[in-house]
């Protein structure tokens, strides 16, 4: 296992221990990074821990001893970050796992929405500003904000790291909801990073357990599901991106397919569909389509109709209608969208291109694939855009 690969796994439960027993998050995070530091000048020539979590744990917990004792933190405190990693300091919680309490304790209903999912990436996953900034579509200068008022605002109103009595869960689950799923398309998007989907959905699972009458907690199961039941198709072997329609579908996950839309037909029954259960829906009619040609795109369209139109919404309804209804009425209305929120977002001229594409004008086509490489955000998607730029180009 690499560095990175550690990293990514370990960081978020090094820093929901220590926020858990410090109250502190400037101080956790200080503490976990120190700790990755002394990692990764000791590990190269004393070797990786058997258990390195378990180490990292230890180091953050000396630093912050050492902080709470410069400070002249009450005897108390030290107590409790002493023992960190030896005993349990507190009693159970009834979310049983650290990084679902930090989730929960970052969607405090005090901060405004996008702060709160902003703030739970940032420290459940180690994603970078510039990475969330991307996932919300906003300036990194923006996030960078944004993340700072929560964390301030957090510390000067003494929110405590824990997580709410029962009856108060459902004001947070919205928000804890919108984390998964960014945690989760992170992870897709990024095949090095694909750990950050496998935890998302291991989640869920729990939030599922934990919540079995929230209807939206299944649906953001099923969600993604059905969506990880394609990954061993989704690149090629030279590492391109293969699309929905091109991939092999004999070598689908079908089990966790069934038990995808399972998971679904249990929250669809509670009777309270709201939009993860939509999307899964979306999902469902991919997946257990046999062949490209027999999706229901009108029924995909109509599903979409449903959703909030997001601008992000808004562009996959008009690849429905136009897969639906002709090449021609998807590039009408994406070509509304261009004006929009949209800009600089890749699968934009990504999609304005595809449907060129069909309609057989090569030379825009292949302008709307250069943009939409120049914009693209991994190497799976320039690898991607960069063939279709070839089949487009005309020889000169």
């Known amino acids: 296992m690499t560095f990175e690969e550690i990293y990514r796994q370990e960081w978020s439960q090094v820093v929901a221990t220590l926020i858990r027993v410090t109250g502190d998050w400037e101080l956790a995070e200080e503490c976990a990074q120190e700790a990755f530091a002394a990692a990764l000048q000791r590990w190269p020539s004393d070797g990786v821990p058997d258990r ?49 309490r930090l989730m929960y304790t970052c969607c405090h209903p005090a901060l405004a929405m996008e702060a709160r999912v902003a703030l739970t990436l940032r420290t459940l996953a180690g994603l970078s500003t510039t990475e969330i900034a991307r996932a919300f579509l906003v300036p990194e200068s923006t996030m960078s904000k944004r993340l700072t008022r929560a964390k301030q605002k957090i510390q000067h109103a003494g929110i405590p790291y824990r997580v709410p009595p029962a009856h108060l869960l459902p004001e947070r689950t919205p928000a804890v909801l919108a984390v998964l799923y960014l ?3 992170e992870g897709y998007s990024d095949v090095v990073r694909s750990q950050l989907s496998s935890e998302a959905i291991r989640l869920a699972r729990l939030l599922v357990q934990l919540m079995p009458s929230e209807p939206e907690a299944g649906g953001l199961l099923a969600l993604m599901l059905l969506h990880d039941s394609r990954r061993n198709t989704r690149l090629a072997p030279d590492g391109a991106l293969v699309t929905l329609e091109e991939q092999d579908r004999t070598q689908w996950d079908h089990g966790q397919i069934a038990e995808g839309t399972q998971v679904l037909d249990t929250a669809l029954g509670l009777g309270a569909p709201g939009p993860y259960q939509i999307q899964a829906a979306v999902a469902a009619c991919h997946a257990t389509a046999r062949t490209a040609d027999d999706t229901d795109w009108p029924q995909i369209a109509g599903l979409y109709a449903q959703l909030p139109q997001t601008p992000v919404i808004a562009l996959n309804r008009a690849v429905a209608i136009g897969m639906a209804d002709g090449p021609d009425v998807g590039l009408r209305l994406v070509e509304e969208l261009a004006a929009g929120p949209l800009t600089g977002y890749h699968l934009l001229p990504a999609t304005r291109a595809d449907f060129l594409r069909r309609l057989n004008r090569p030379t825009e086509a292949a302008t709307a694939y250069r943009e939409a490489f120049d914009l693209a955000g991994t190497e799976a998607e320039r690898l991607y855009l960069q063939k279709r730029l070839k089949e487009v180009s005309v020889p000169r």
Request: proline letters at 8%; glycine letters at 6%; aromatic letters at 8%.
């Open 52 to 100: 390195p979590g378990a180490w990292l744990t230890t180091t953050a917990r000396n630093r912050a001893i050492d902080w709470l004792r410069r400070e002249a933190v009450g005897a108390t405190k030290l107590q409790q970050v002493a023992a960190l990693g030896v005993e349990p300091s507190e009693p159970a919680y009834d979310v049983p796992d650290d990084r679902l």
């Open 183 to 185: 945690l989760f398309n």
